[in-house]
């Protein structure tokens, strides 16, 4: 079973502020990492695929980043707003076998007006 | 617009009952996997099809969950007999080999089971 946390599990901030979380997956045998975005009573949809060490990905004020030698990736909210509110979801593919996504649990983010 | 369509969107079962759960992939995709959201658990992987063989079933509890894929347009996954614990939203996803392709997500099917 593939370990892949995400902390913290559960974030409430101020609009307008800034925030970022963690993924950790294992460090060896990556083939890629997803991060997802997860709104109440809707379906998970992808916000970035992460192949490569040293990636940097960026969607309007979304952003995040790869370290696959130390097995983490950060994602970053900018200046978050109320509809930025949303489970976020990051999951691992592993090479050489069957590419499986594993997920993590997800970080909760509430942004209060 | 390409979608995942997942059928039926609700179901509240006696316990006892057979439940079946359809999903119809992204056409061209050839992998699908079934998932249960649940809250100890977050997103479980309960199977995974590659070119419709069934890879992955692991997650699966084997003595009342299955899963095929009759054709490439339909995923089922039946539960007999459902019983209370089972109760969850359960998610079809499909997705691609071929390249670097994130899983895209149905609706879900929220099952009840009394």
């Not at chain 1, 925030?19 to 950790?24: G, Q």
């Not at chain 2, 419709?52 to 009759?70: C, T, V, Y």
């Amino acid at each position: 079973i593939l370990n892949v946390e995400q902390s913290p599990q559960s974030l409430h901030v101020q609009e307008g502020d800034s925030t970022n979380f963690t993924c950790s997956f294992p460090s060896s045998n990556f083939y890629a990492l997803h991060w997802y975005r997860w709104e109440t009573a809707k379906s998970p949809e992808a916000l970035f695929v992460m192949t490569l060490n040293g990636d940097e990905k960026k969607k309007g004020r979304i952003s995040a980043t790869l370290n696959t030698k130390e097995g983490y990736s950060y994602l970053y909210i900018k200046g978050s707003q109320p509809e930025d509110s949303a489970t976020y979801l990051c999951a691992f593919r592993e090479s050489g076998g069957s590419y499986i996504p594993t997920f993590g649990r997800g970080t909760s983010l509430i942004v209060h007006p | 617009d390409a979608r995942v369509t997942q059928t039926p969107r609700h179901k509240v079962t006696e316990m006892g009952q057979e439940v079946t759960m359809r999903c119809q992939p992204i056409l061209g995709h050839n992998t699908v996997f079934w998932y249960r959201q649940t809250m100890m658990q977050g997103l479980e992987l309960l199977a995974y099809f590659r070119n419709r063989a069934p890879l992955d079933d692991s997650g699966m509890p084997k003595d009342r969950f299955s899963a095929e894929m009759p054709d490439a347009t339909l995923a089922t996954l039946k539960i007999q007999p459902s019983e209370p614990r089972d109760s969850a939203v359960y998610f079809c996803a499909s997705g691609s080999t071929r390249v670097y392709t994130e899983a895209f997500f149905g609706q879900g099917t929220r099952l009840t089971v009394v």
